[in-house]
């Protein structure tokens, strides 16, 4: 195990997987996954390597996923797409997605964003990451849903996972896939900067 300071707080590996210490004004330490790295978020009063020992089993299992996401990640291809084009999808699905699901967006946007990929506002306001430009369209479905899920239940809880379930029963490989672009487009980001 290894860390070093700066940036968005101390990094480091442990087990060939990167991580991220956070301090943050949260009530609320917490632990993330993007690709193959772990987000410890924790309050400036609170040990992060203590939440880390109250979340081995779970910190072990989002490891090896993150292991097995890495390794899809250089065996996938990037779908091409113009942003018009991926614009106009996404104004589709999620407006099929909201009459399914009987909810009213308010707006739809399409940003670039560092650490999600895809949010849904207090305000009926869907936002998609620029990024899911780049991954096939049952992707792209997947995330549109399970933001416009959150216009009908806000929290994940068992009935926002009984929703996404009952639409994409195989959403656990769908997370999988996600992970894995995640890990390819990030590299991809820094091979360009690189050049």
Not at 101 to 117: H, Y
Not at 144 to 173: G, I
């Amino acid at each position: 195990m290894s860390y070093s300071g700066g940036g968005r707080g101390c990094r480091g590996s442990m087990s060939g997987i990167r991580y991220r210490i956070i301090r943050r004004r949260v009530k609320y330490p917490r632990l993330e996954i993007w690709g193959n790295e772990i987000w410890i978020i924790v309050p400036g009063n609170v040990d992060p390597w203590r939440v880390v020992r109250q979340n081995r089993e779970w910190l072990i299992r989002q490891i090896e996923i993150a292991r097995r996401a890495a390794e899809l990640s250089g065996k996938i291809e990037l779908v091409p797409r113009t942003r018009r084009k991926f614009r106009s999808l996404i104004e589709r699905v999620v407006q099929e997605y909201a009459e399914e699901l009987g909810v009213e967006v308010n707006r739809i946007f399409v940003r670039r964003v560092k650490s999600a990929w895809g949010s849904c506002s207090g305000r009926g306001n869907i936002t998609i990451n620029a990024a899911a430009q780049w991954l096939p369209e049952r992707l792209v479905r997947y995330i549109a849903y399970h933001e416009v899920c959150h216009l009908r239940r806000w929290r994940h809880d068992r009935e926002f996972e009984r929703l996404v379930r009952e639409k994409f029963p195989d959403h656990e490989d769908l997370d999988l896939q996600l992970q894995a672009y995640w890990i390819k487009l990030r590299e991809q980001d820094k091979a360009c900067s690189k050049s």
